[in-house]
């Protein structure tokens, strides 16, 4: 029986999804906003409140350690991105795209665009996959077909997932000896 590539695609998404689930539990704002290091990129709330994200184009070199929070806002940023360029015609600039300000507000806005590209990606078939005219309009990925999208964001979210579940250990080893 031949699996059908979109459902391939989405039981890898289910496997990346699930770790996130399990990083996700328990996660509170202070843990979100813990800064491993001094030279860290978090998110922060603006003048008017708004929680931003602290970028630089181009990246500096070394790139910044980041919170939980960042890497939280991260996903939410290339997956809103992805989504309004893919399903809706376009998407807003980096800079409208805002931390929601709490660790159960950003669960809640990734569960939401997970099950909205879940579900924009079940309604593709093979000629879908094999296009770039959804993709278009991406700002990191206009030549790529969306089934390379489509696997990118499985291998982003993933890497993602690790950056969580790392700064979550880190956190947590804080102040632990051990003798050896």
Known sequence: MTVARVHMLNRQLDIAWALLEYHL???????CLWEPEAYCWTV???????????WEVPEP?????VTIGWVTWHI?????TTLGHCFKGGAPERTGITWPGG??????????????????????????LDSADRTA??????????????GWVNIELTKNVAE?????????ARGITVDR
């Open 25 to 31: 539990d328990g996660l509170d704002d202070a843990l």
């Open 44 to 54: 922060r709330p603006d003048a008017e409140g708004r929680w931003v994200a602290d």
């Open 61 to 65: 070199d070394p790139v910044p350690a």
């Open 76 to 80: 939410g940023y290339w997956w809103t």
């Open 103 to 128: 660790a159960e507000a950003a669960a809640r806005w990734l569960r939401e665009l997970h099950q909205e590209w879940r579900t924009g990606l079940a309604g593709l078939g093979d000629a879908d």
């Open 137 to 150: 309009g991406l700002p990191w990925a206009a030549e790529l077909t969306m089934g390379d999208v489509a």
């Open 164 to 172: 969580i579940g790392l700064l979550r250990n880190l956190h947590g």
